[in-house]
T-cell receptor
């Protein structure tokens, strides 16, 4: 079946502009995560959605970052007034429902490579 | 100190060699351990998932967990050039509803033909 998809695959923007990154999770997966991966670094957790519960935003680095998930499916990560330090690969992942016994199995999309000039 | 430490490498081995990749962690709340493989410009893919101390084998891959030492390893037997990738360890606790993984920084592996 289809995996996690993300768009765009690459985004180049100018400092100060806003960007929107999109994630389509695997159908039936209730959990959705956003991570950021900088060059030579591990994955940094940003935000987590589980079903209709309030999202866990504890990883968002500043109030310029926000995310929403519409209808329990597609998610959009928005970065306002982008800075050069925002340049990274933004990865989205989804997981099966908690009752599936595999809720820690995260399936990743290919990522969006963001470059802020 | 990072919660999860992983030697970034790079690690270069000849084809057929046994590869050992390792992570240490400081948070005793971590109960579930994973290894992900990430090819260049791709998202990570899950290789191994384990939750108990000891060994778990899957084909050429063996995951080893030692909770008393807070140390996990991934062994690759008969390594192939197609194993060339970055390997990330990841772990998660059993508390609360949030299930975000804590990742190591990844080890870059090259298997030379």
């Amino acid at each position: 079946g289809a995996g996690v998809s993300q768009s765009p695959s690459n985004k180049v923007t100018e400092k100060g502009k806003d960007v929107e990154l999109r994630c389509d999770p695997i159908s039936g997966h209730t959990a959705l995560y956003w991570y950021r991966q900088s060059l030579g670094q591990g994955l940094e957790f940003l935000i987590y959605f589980q079903g209709n519960s309030a999202p866990d935003k504890s990883g968002l680095p500043s109030d310029r970052f926000s995310a929403e998930r519409t209808g329990g499916s597609v998610s959009t990560l928005t970065i306002q007034r982008t800075q050069q330090e925002d340049s990274a690969v933004y990865l989205c992942a989804s997981s099966p429902p908690p009752h599936s016994g595999r809720r820690d199995t995260q399936y990743f999309g290919p990522g969006t490579r963001l470059t802020v000039l | 100190q990072k919660e999860v430490e992983q030697d970034p490498g790079p690690l270069s081995v000849p084809e057929g060699a046994i590869v050992s990749l390792n992570c240490t962690y400081s948070n005793s709340a971590f109960q579930y351990f994973m290894w992900y493989r990430q090819y260049s410009r791709k998202g990570p893919e899950l290789l191994m998932y384990t939750y108990s101390s000891g060994n778990k084998e899957d084909g050429r891959f063996t995951a080893q967990v030692d909770k008393s030492s807070k140390y996990i390893s991934l062994f690759i037997r008969d390594s192939q050039p197609s194993d060339s990738a970055t390997y990330l360890c990841a772990m998660v606790g059993d508390q609360g509803s949030a299930r975000q993984l804590t990742f190591g920084s990844g080890t870059q592996l090259t298997v030379l033909p």
